[in-house]
């Protein structure tokens, strides 16, 4: 098994890194693998407090996966533990959903259009999600995520179907030659167009932590944004963010006055009329090779923004091909 480290987490410890992508990993199993060289960062024996780059392959023995499963047999807690596992996926319903989602596909990758409400890998209290879809439909040899997107945000998702597809992929996305485009509900008044420089980092206690705009210790971030249009309180935004910091369209939105609607961790105040939840999708995604993915707002993927843009009589105004950003600054 291989894991990509993405640039949501690149920076991190190897530890934490591993047990937020194997719940199931104990401390003790990933101290002992990595002793034993059953996980390696790159090809070699790293230790524990190992800081992640974004863009390295974690390789990991399948045969310390299958190890490392609980066995309800020989645990005298053992319902405990068969119950915070994820639950089976049936394979003919996994790959239904995966086959509704879908958008685009070559030898090298697959384009999802994620729905809003489905994380993308799962966690300690996520048990359905993206990865698990994959594997339930096509085993061991699922195709790799390469990138990430919110839970709450939907849209593409791109996964490499072979290794050398998801390093190249992991490093286009590392050096920024993928470039994305989102569209947003966002409620306040901004420029008609702008870039976002604000550097951001993870602050708050545990459970509670959100980004921060911090310009002394935060990560550099940018965003470029334009107004489609805008009626009252609420705007529709283009955003392409031109790094891949955790929550950066987000948190960017709030710095500029004008949170995403429904993003209440981020200080969006409630709009009557609207749903309370995140009006965000990933619609376009260019390729290295120019190829453009776009994935539409329907309602499989996002009914409540669906229901936004019908009420607001918005359609039209939905970019049909990704739109070129301005580099001007508010």
């Not at 309800?72 to 319902?79: L, V």
């Not at 003919?92 to 890998?121: C, F, H, S």
């Not at 499989?300 to 229901?307: G, L, P, R, T, Y």
């Amino acid at each position: 098994m291989e894991l990509a480290v993405t640039p949501e987490d690149d920076g991190s410890r190897l530890d934490r890194f591993l047990r937020r992508q194997l719940p199931h990993f104990s401390q003790g199993i990933i101290e002992r693998a990595l002793r034993q060289g059953d996980i390696r960062v790159g090809g070699r024996k790293v230790k524990s407090n190992h800081r992640v780059i974004e863009a390295e392959l974690i390789t990991i023995q399948d045969r310390l996966i299958a190890a490392s499963q609980p066995r309800p047999d020989n645990k005298p807690n053992s319902q405990k533990h068969v119950a915070s596992q994820a639950p089976q996926i049936n394979p003919e319903l996994a790959r239904e959903l995966l086959q509704e989602m879908e958008v685009a596909r070559t030898a090298d990758w697959i384009a999802y259009n994620k729905p809003a409400g489905l994380a993308v890998q799962g966690g300690t209290a996520t048990k359905r999600h993206l990865d698990g879809l994959l594997l339930a439909a096509f085993g061991d040899a699922r195709p790799r995520l390469v990138h990430r997107i919110d839970k709450d945000t939907s849209g593409l998702v791109l996964v490499a179907r072979t290794l050398p597809s998801a390093r190249m992929l992991t490093e286009a996305f590392r050096t920024h030659e993928i470039s994305k485009s989102y569209i947003a509900l966002v409620t306040g008044d901004t420029s008609e167009r702008g870039v976002c420089d604000a550097s951001v980092i993870k602050a708050g206690a545990a459970g509670q932590e959100k980004m921060i705009v911090d310009e002394t210790a935060g990560q550099p971030a940018q965003t470029r944004y334009l107004r489609l249009e805008k009626a009252g309180r609420v705007s529709l935004m283009a955003l392409q963010p031109i790094t891949g910091r955790t929550h950066q369209l987000r948190v960017h939105m709030a710095h500029l006055g004008c949170p995403i609607l429904g993003d209440g961790k981020y200080g969006a105040s409630p709009v009557e009329g609207f749903a309370k939840k995140l009006h965000l999708h990933a619609q376009f995604m260019r390729l290295p090779d120019g190829t453009i993915l776009s994935a539409p707002i329907t309602v499989a993927c996002a009914a409540h923004f669906a229901a936004a843009i019908q009420m607001l009589s918005w359609a039209d105004f939905i970019p049909q091909q990704m739109p070129r950003f301005s580099l001007k600054k508010k």
